[in-house]
T-cell receptor, first 112, second 117 residues
Framework: KNQVEQSPQSLIILEGKNCTLQCNYTVSPFSNLRWYKQDTGRGPVSLTIMTFSENTKSNGRYTATLDADTKQSSLHITASQLSDSASYICVVSLDYGQNFVFGPGTRLSVLP | EAGVAQSPRYKIIEKRQSVAFWCNPISGHATLYWYQQILGQGPKLLIQFQNNGVVDDSQLPKDRFSAERLKGVDSTLKIQPAKLEDSAVYLC???????????????FGPGTRLTVL
């Protein structure tokens, strides 16, 4: 069964600290993996995308990694800001633009 | 470019009533998705359209949910009759397989928050 799991379910950190979110998937065939950020009351917005051959991708203070052998991905946030408070959703695409498997998300709260 | 538009943003109804949501995708996007997102969970695909044809509606509760995209642009999602467990945010997203710069990125609208009392 195609599944995406994320951990932790929720996380609270202080402003300025770093954190890492995890994503494990059992999806086949694999096309790409995206991390989305979803602010409260808004739709998800793509942060990064990685294909099978890519093992790291950065977008500002966000760095995603992918280990296709172990089927694991992580999203590292550096020097967190209050605006990073959101849900982060890992999404794996089975084939180009036709099938997506969403993880349950990690709820991040950044406190001053 | 203009994003995905959805309306209404909020809706409160009583159980057994009917409700309809509207979505206007990004211009030129052939693929349109409707998702149900229950509080604290990731989005769950309800239905996917390619132009005006249905690609996947395997998780749509067809006894009460219906969706259409008659002209291959705007789409409506209807619930009739609503149940308490339908309380959720309904997200619309669109994508274009021909937009190489964005791969298969889905662009999401702000969602409609439905509360069923």
């Amino acid at each position: 069964k195609n599944q995406v799991e994320q951990s932790p379910q929720s996380l609270i950190i202080l402003e300025g600290k770093n954190c890492t979110l995890q994503c494990n998937y059992t999806v086949s065939p694999f096309s790409n993996l995206r991390w989305y950020k979803q602010d409260t009351g808004r739709g998800p917005v793509s942060l990064t995308i990685m294909t099978f051959s890519e093992n790291t991708k950065s977008n500002g203070r966000y760095t995603a990694t992918l280990d296709a052998d172990t089927k694991q991905s992580s999203l590292h946030i550096t020097a967190s800001q209050l605006s990073d408070s959101a849900s982060y959703i890992c999404v794996v695409s089975l084939d180009y633009g036709q099938n997506f498997v969403f993880g349950p998300g990690t709820r991040l709260s950044v406190l001053p | 470019e203009a994003g995905v538009a959805q309306s209404p943003r909020y809706k409160i109804i009583e159980k057994r009533q009917s409700v309809a949501f509207w979505c206007n995708p990004i211009s030129g996007h052939a693929t349109l998705y409707w998702y149900q997102q229950i509080l604290g969970q990731g989005p769950k695909l309800l239905i996917q359209f390619q132009n005006n044809g249905v690609v996947d509606d395997s998780q749509l509760p067809k006894d009460r949910f219906s969706a259409e995209r008659l002209k291959g642009v705007d789409s409506t999602l209807k619930i009739q009759p609503a149940k308490l467990e339908d309380s959720a945010v309904y997200l619309c997203a669109s994508s274009s397989p021909f937009d190489i710069s964005h791969n298969d990125e889905q662009f999401f609208g702000p969602g409609t928050r439905l509360t069923v009392l």
